[in-house]
């Protein structure tokens, strides 16, 4: 989902991913990724707000890995939360 200040609190929809696989600086998810979903912000709720972990680059055609996502450099996750 992607995140907008003005948004509610909770996502509305299927929000729910489970990570797969990890490759260095890739995560595999088992969320299903169409046209249009690259660049969007895949994000993890933790006591403190919404943080971005990584943004989806790729759907993947066959296998339990549907999608694939690249995680971000910290000072690129700082960058984003000092927004």
Do not use: K, Y
């Not at 088992?30 to 972990?53: H, K, Y």
């Not at 066959?62 to 927004?83: F, K, M, N, T």
Request: with cysteine; aromatic share 4%.
């Amino acid at each position: 989902h992607a995140f907008r200040r003005d948004a509610p609190a909770q996502p509305s929809g299927p929000s729910l991913c489970s990570q797969l696989a990890t490759q260095p600086g890739l995560l595999g998810f088992d969320c299903l990724a169409v046209s249009g979903n690259s660049g969007a912000a895949l994000l993890q709720r933790s006591d403190s707000g919404w943080a971005v972990v990584a943004i989806m680059i790729a759907a993947s055609a066959s296998g339990p890995v549907r999608s694939w996502a690249v995680v971000p450099s910290d000072d690129l996750r700082q960058r984003i939360a000092a927004e």
